[in-house]
């Protein structure tokens, strides 16, 4: 199954986000017309699709990794609020 267009372009947007400036959010909404959170979930659930790792496995791994950390720091967080 080949990504859709919004597909691309989301991966293009987060390929290309380091080199612009400005708020992030601000530039999702202008861009695809979706609040954040909306985006971060449909992002999620392309960079575990096969389809998105074969057309930029680099870009796929970064992007899993990072959201692999933000999950195992905020797992850490609620264990040490849950040891108080």
């Known amino acids: 199954m080949t990504p859709s267009d919004r597909d691309l372009a989301f991966l293009a947007f987060e390929g290309e986000w380091r080199r612009h400036a400005g ?11 979706l609040t954040p959170a909306r985006y971060y979930q449909l992002l999620g659930r392309l960079i575990d699709s ?3 790792l074969a057309h930029d496995p680099m870009l796929v791994r970064r992007l899993r990794r990072r959201r692999d950390d933000a999950a ?6 609620l264990g040490r609020t849950a040891e108080r």
């Open 50 to 52: 096969p389809e998105a």
């Open 23 to 33: 708020a992030k959010e601000e530039a999702i909404r202008a861009e695809f017309a």
């Open 72 to 77: 195992a720091q905020h797992r850490a967080r």
